[in-house]
């Protein structure tokens, strides 16, 4: 058993001693050649895991900061706010609040985007930006980013801003050639650090939008940002110690290769799906829109999830997550993301056999 609480939970995920090792190493000034060194030695590579040649970003921040920054930086006329889920529903709330004229085209959790019905609405030219969620962390929904980006790019003045929060790193994602606009993840979840760093790529259509655009602050300005990287830098002082633990995952994955981490999660993500198929419960997302990452398990068995997250916590060591917000208690959630293993896959599951007989 562990020494300490196992997070199996979809963010903040399990992080490796050796990560939090290389997050110890002397502090550096964030305007120093050594901080240029650190940039560099890991942007080409994040470049290449996000499949553009566009520069990428290293923001100070939640995830939030830049979803929140791409509707300040692109906004102009009205934002389409694909939502199917909580991170999803939140943006068109967010959206308000920054004073957008924001729509939200709604989907009951669980059901993924149809990229049909956001053409519909682009067709009637009202919006400049669209924003969407990939994978949908609280119901396990991996949406159409593919399709959903090819009828976005129909339309020359509508921008999209694609969260891949908890999927990139774990399925393929290729910024430009699918024609995104902006791409942002976060620390937290399948790059398996601390939270507190967003990690971003912006178009050059984006760049432009954000040009003309005249109150998008400062902390999350996209120009401001483009102007520091390009002299590996940032705007303002970075979690350099979160970055250098991102150089350490970044040195693992190109280690392990990139096709056999998503590889790994995928055959990981197929253990835990045999797990659910044997023991009788039922998958909250439909088939082929099942996240690679984490799995959202229907609770058809009506068992005591609060009952069985405390036996897993007292018992086993393991933080299991029990439902978000709406279909809390009726689903519950298995996170496979990260620096996870066929073992440490192994002992969760083994863990909640234990534990179901005991409910
Ligand atoms: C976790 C998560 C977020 C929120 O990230 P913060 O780091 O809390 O800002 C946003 N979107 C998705 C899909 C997530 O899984």
Redesign the pocket.
């Known amino acids: 058993m562990s020494d300490h609480i196992r997070l199996h939970i979809?963010?903040p995920v399990e992080i490796s001693p050796d990560t939090y090792e290389a997050m110890a190493a002397p502090m550096i000034g964030h305007r120093s050649k050594d901080f240029v060194a650190l940039y560099d030695d890991i942007h080409s590579r994040l470049q290449e895991m996000m499949g553009t040649k566009q520069p990428v970003f290293l923001s100070t921040s939640?995830?939030?900061?830049v979803?929140e920054g791409s509707l300040r930086n692109l906004v102009k006329k009205k934002v389409l706010c694909c939502c199917s889920g909580a991170?999803s529903d939140k943006w068109v709330d967010v959206a308000a609040r920054c004073g957008k004229d924001a729509e939200a085209l709604q989907y009951d959790w669980g059901t993924p985007v149809d990229p049909a019905d956001i053409d519909a609405k682009l067709a009637t030219g009202e919006f400049d930006t669209v924003t969407f969620?990939h994978?949908?962390?609280s119901t396990g929904v991996m949406n159409p980013l593919a399709e959903v980006a090819a009828v976005v790019r129909k339309y020359d003045d509508v921008l999209l801003v694609t969260?891949t929060?908890?999927s990139f790193s774990v399925v393929p994602i290729e910024f430009d050639k699918l024609g995104v606009d902006v791409l942002l993840t976060?620390s937290?979840?399948a790059l398996a650090l601390p939270?507190g760093l967003?990690i971003f790529t912006v178009s050059d259509r984006a760049f432009e939008r954000a040009a003309s655009v005249d109150d998008r602050g400062y902390y999350f300005d996209f120009i401001e940002f483009k102007k520091n990287q390009e002299k590996s830098m940032t705007p303002s002082t970075p979690c350099i110690a979160t970055i250098y633990g991102l150089r350490h995952q970044v040195n693992k994955i190109f280690t392990e290769g990139i096709e056999n981490r998503f590889a790994r999660h995928e055959k990981l993500n197929n253990i835990v799906h045999d797990w659910i198929n044997a023991n009788g419960f039922e998958f909250f997302a439909p088939e082929g829109f099942r996240s690679k990452s984490l799995t959202c398990v229907k609770n058809n068995k009506g068992i005591d999830v609060a009952q069985l997250q405390k036996i897993m916590r007292d018992e086993h060591s393991i933080a299991l997550d029990g439902g978000y917000g709406q279909i809390k208690g009726t689903t519950f959630r298995i996170s496979n993301m990260g620096d996870e293993t066929e073992e440490t896959i192994g002992n969760l599951l083994a863990g909640l056999d234990s534990a179901l007989a005991k409910l």
């Open positions: 979809p963010g939640s995830a939030w900061g979803m991170f969620i994978n949908e962390t969260d929060v908890s976060g937290q979840k939270p967003a």
